[in-house]
Each structure stands twice: as structure tokens, then as C-alpha cells.
């Protein structure tokens, strides 16, 4: 039996979380930002990040690696929310649980010249003031460095071979079904459709290409990414198994909505002959969409050990896990969310004797 005193020294203690204080932050409003940018929070306080319409995350980094997500920091995932949803966004909560600075930022397109952060899709708690070193106003310019070289790269043309800078399109294809269409003297536009009602696939599944030529993805329903990965890493991609330094390709997630009539599209530039290997890296309770066989190939080589029913079947057999990686990462819901959103992790303090629950 607990004595009076020792329920008045409980109380004591969690006074501090009563009269906590709750921050609301939207992200993606009009355009590549958090609003607002940065706030001031103490311990208890919670930071509520409502996700509008487009595909967002709330990911942690570090103030030296503004674009890159920390070591065992906190990362909501991909948020695809349809452009038609006006209510019950999808919410993400973190606790604050001291006065250190937390830096922030979205993950979408990361590591390519579109990436978010790279264009100053950052956020902070508890940062320094303007003029100290860790000043928000530092922290996103670092950031928009990163975008900034990022975008330089670009045109070189030596993030990978096989394909060109890619682009992206909220519109329909100007070709549409499957298979191959000539879009003028000079240039083949091969139509490839990701997904669709009940399907996780690429279809055609591969095809063969020539330098110059477009591969233009057409996403239809769910959530689906075109991401390059390699032979031997059917479903990680490229730019985690690289021994060169190659970034590869991914066009992000693109949520596409079940009563959707226009889809959104993605393209690449091929610009050799060398095999091009990609999967879809959304994730599902039980493995992955790469797992389940939602692979895609151009220039295999179908008399080779490397042809793409061998690539296909080693992301089968692995369900699209590897040794090498953990799936603890940045992923999406499969389908577009239209309720709130939210996942709790219960922390015990033994040293008062209670459990308090930090929302992720």
C-alpha cells in the first residue's frame, strides 16, 4: 500500500506533464514547407505534424547531415495523402523529452535534384537563435546546399549508367496502355504501367530500349515507386549497395486513388545498352511489394544467368528483405490514408514506478 506522502510525491513528479503543451505543425501546405518552421518546446510538450495533400515525411537528422536521416532518429514514414482529401489528415506525434535541438526533414526524392529537403523542407525544435552557429536560418541554408549540389550533379550524367535525369508529371501519358509507341522520327516512348486495382506489377515487366529512347511509368492504383536497385540486391536500392558511388534513380511514391481516371506519370532517359534493374520499395505487413515479385528490368538479357526471371525470383525468395538491411527505414502506407494516423510506444520509467507513452 502506497503511503499519502508517497502519492503526493508522484503527483510532484508528473505535474511537469499536466500542464504540457501541445504544437501543431502542417506539413506540405502550399508547397515544400513545415509551417512553421521551427519551434520552442519543453519536456512533455508534444509536436502534433498534420500531413496535407502529396507524400511527406517527418524524418530526424543532425545539424551537420541536414538531408540524412540520424541513426536510430525518429521517422514517420512516407504520408501519401490524395490531392482530394480536405479533412481528417493523417497526423504524426512526437513528445519532446528535453531542451536539445531536434532537426528535421521530409525524405521525399532524398538524395536527387528534386529532393525536398534539398529545396528547404526542413524543420527544428528547439534550435539555436538566429546568429548563434545552430540557427535555423543555418540549418536550411546547409540544406539548400545539399539541393543545390544535387541539382549541379544532375546534367553530368554520372549518378548511374542506363538511364537520364529523370522527370515528373501530374498528368496522363500522352500514349497510353502497354508496349512501345513512336513519339517522333528520332524518339521511342516505351509505356510502362505500375499497379493497378488488385495488381503488383510492372507491366510489360521488361522491356529492351535504346540510348535516347523514354521509358515513361504510368502509376495507377495504390502506392508505387520505380526505384533502381541491382542484380544482386533485387530489392535495396542502388544507392545502398553501390561500391561506386552510384545513386540510381527512384521516383518516389506516387498514392494514386481507386476512383482515379487521369494518372500521374514518371519518365527516365535511357542512355546505353547495360542492363537496368528496378522494384517497387513499398512495404506490406507481411514483406514487400519487391517480394511479391514487382520488379522490372530494361536491356536483360534473356540468355544470360542475369535475365529477369532470375531477377525477379531472387526478390521472391528473399520476399524483399536482404542480410544486409533491415526494414526499419523510411516506407508508406499502401493505400492512400484518409483517416488519422497515429502509433504508440509505450516507455517504462522505472525510476517513478509508472509507464508513460511516447506517440511516433
Not at 73 to 100: H, I, L, Q, R
Not at 101 to 130: E, K, L, R
Amino acid at each position: 500500500m502506497f503511503s499519502p506522502a508517497a502519492f503526493i510525491s508522484f503527483g510532484l513528479l508528473l505535474a511537469p506533464f499536466a500542464s504540457a503543451a501541445v504544437h501543431d505543425v502542417t506539413v506540405g501546405a502550399g508547397g515544400l514547407t513545415y509551417s512553421p518552421e521551427a519551434i520552442s518546446a519543453v519536456p512533455g510538450d508534444q509536436v502534433v505534424f498534420h500531413f496535407q495533400p502529396k507524400n511527406h515525411t517527418v524524418t530526424q537528422s543532425s545539424f551537420a547531415s541536414p538531408c540524412g536521416k540520424k541513426d536510430g532518429g525518429m521517422d514517420s514514414g512516407f504520408m501519401p495523402v490524395a490531392a482530394n482529401v480536405t479533412d481528417n489528415f493523417p497526423t504524426y506525434t512526437v513528445t519532446v523529452n528535453d531542451t536539445e535541438p531536434i532537426w528535421i526533414y521530409c525524405a521525399q526524392a532524398a538524395n536527387t535534384p528534386s529532393s525536398h529537403c534539398g529545396a528547404g523542407m526542413v524543420f527544428a525544435i528547439n534550435c539555436g537563435a538566429d546568429g548563434s552557429p545552430n540557427s535555423f536560418t543555418n540549418f536550411k541554408n546547409a540544406a539548400l546546399a545539399v539541393g543545390a549540389s544535387l541539382a549541379s550533379a544532375a546534367p553530368s550524367g554520372s549518378a548511374a549508367p542506363g538511364y537520364g535525369y529523370p522527370s515528373a508529371s501530374g498528368t496522363a501519358p500522352q500514349a497510353t496502355g502497354t508496349g512501345t509507341t513512336t513519339g517522333s522520327a528520332t524518339t521511342t516512348t516505351h509505356t510502362v504501367v505500375v499497379g493497378g486495382p488488385g495488381k503488383l506489377a510492372f507491366n510489360p515487366p521488361s522491356i529492351q530500349a535504346q540510348p535516347n529512347e523514354v521509358v515513361l511509368f504510368q502509376f495507377q492504383q495504390k502506392n508505387h515507386t520505380v526505384t533502381q536497385s541491382s542484380f544482386g540486391a533485387p530489392c535495396e536500392p542502388l544507392a545502398a549497395t553501390s561500391t561506386t558511388g552510384q545513386n540510381g534513380f527512384d521516383s518516389g511514391f506516387f498514392p494514386v486513388a481507386d476512383n482515379t481516371t487521369t494518372y500521374p506519370t514518371w519518365s527516365i532517359t535511357v542512355n546505353d545498352t547495360n542492363p537496368v534493374w528496378a522494384y517497387c520499395k513499398q512495404k506490406t505487413a507481411t514483406g514487400s511489394h519487391c517480394g511479391a515479385g514487382m520488379v522490372f528490368a530494361i536491356n536483360a538479357v534473356d540468355s544470360s544467368a542475369k535475365n529477369f526471371s532470375a531477377f525477379q525470383a531472387a526478390a521472391m525468395k528473399i520476399n524483399g528483405t536482404s542480410a544486409n538491411s533491415t526494414s526499419g527505414g523510411a516506407s508508406s502506407s499502401d493505400a492512400v490514408p484518409s483517416l488519422h494516423i497515429s502509433t504508440a510506444v509505450s516507455v517504462g520509467l522505472a525510476a517513478v514506478g509508472a509507464a508513460f507513452t511516447l506517440l511516433l
